[in-house]
């Protein structure tokens, strides 16, 4: 069975940073593309980062230069380097999966994690 | 950047057709994808590659894509059908990916 686990949230002053990871199960997140997804309260879905299994990775602009995805092979679990942060990064983040099967770049999400919640504020 | 429009909210009596769009440009010439968020929960996926369903999602669930509207299609509608749901597709020009506003489906 598929299982997305985030955690690393929590409350941060506008400057600061914070580590969010995504524990996966019941398949290998090297051989997946996998995305990060935010959702600020009361708003929609916007997307925030994409790794390839080759390990391309790309950026919402809104993000591009302060965060950074990354995987740990070993423990096969996603990664989201989040720096200078602002009070507009308040959101729920979702890690997400993307199927084998899809055909980047007109990919979809098969699987969603929890989610964790992100507030930045003084 | 493309911009995917969403009717805020609609609303459908159990067991009629709700019927939800997402219009943008020339749509019709992109793959399109649809989620379901209920509250407090993570988005599901309902509709994939304009109208290919995951397994476990009802055949009353279907949806279509032409011209500059994508629309999600919700047969025989359910009380637990209420949600949000989202459009997703991938912006060529900036290499992103895009979601709908989001519609909110009330069941009376």
């Known amino acids: 069975e598929v299982q997305l686990v985030e955690s690393g949230g929590g409350l941060v002053q506008p400057g600061g940073s914070l580590r969010l990871s995504c524990a996966a199960s019941?398949?290998?997140?090297?051989?997946?593309?996998m995305s990060w997804v935010r959702q600020a309260p009361g708003k929609g879905l916007e997307w925030v980062s994409v790794?390839?299994?080759?390990?391309?990775?790309y950026y919402a602009d809104s993000v591009k230069g302060r965060f950074t995805i990354s995987r740990d092979n070993s423990k096969n679990t996603l990664y989201l380097q989040m720096n200078s942060l602002r009070a507009e990064d308040t959101a729920v983040y979702y890690c997400?999966?993307?199927?084998?099967?899809?055909?980047?770049?007109?990919?979809?999400?098969?699987?969603w994690g929890q989610g964790t919640l992100v507030t930045v504020s003084s | 950047s493309y911009v995917l429009t969403q009717p805020p909210s609609v609303s459908v009596a159990p067991g009629k057709t709700a019927r939800i769009t997402c219009g943008g440009n020339?749509?019709?010439?992109?793959?399109v994808h649809w989620y379901q968020q209920k509250p407090g929960q993570a988005p599901v996926l309902v509709i994939y590659?304009?109208?290919d369903r995951p397994s476990g999602i009802p055949e009353r669930f279907s949806g279509s894509n032409s011209g500059n509207t994508a629309t999600l299609t919700i047969s025989r509608v359910e009380a637990g059908d209420e949600a949000d749901y989202y459009c997703?597709?991938?912006?060529?020009?900036?290499?992103?990916?895009?979601f709908g506003g989001g519609t909110k489906l009330t069941v009376l």
């Open positions: 997400a999966r993307i199927p084998r099967i899809a055909v980047a770049p007109e990919y979809y999400f098969d699987y």
């Open positions: 019941g398949f290998t997140v090297s051989s997946n593309y």
């Open positions: 790794i390839y299994s080759g390990g391309s990775t």
């Open positions: 020339n749509i019709g010439s992109k793959s």
């Open positions: 590659y304009d109208s």
């Open positions: 997703q597709v991938w912006d060529s020009s900036s290499d992103h990916q895009v």
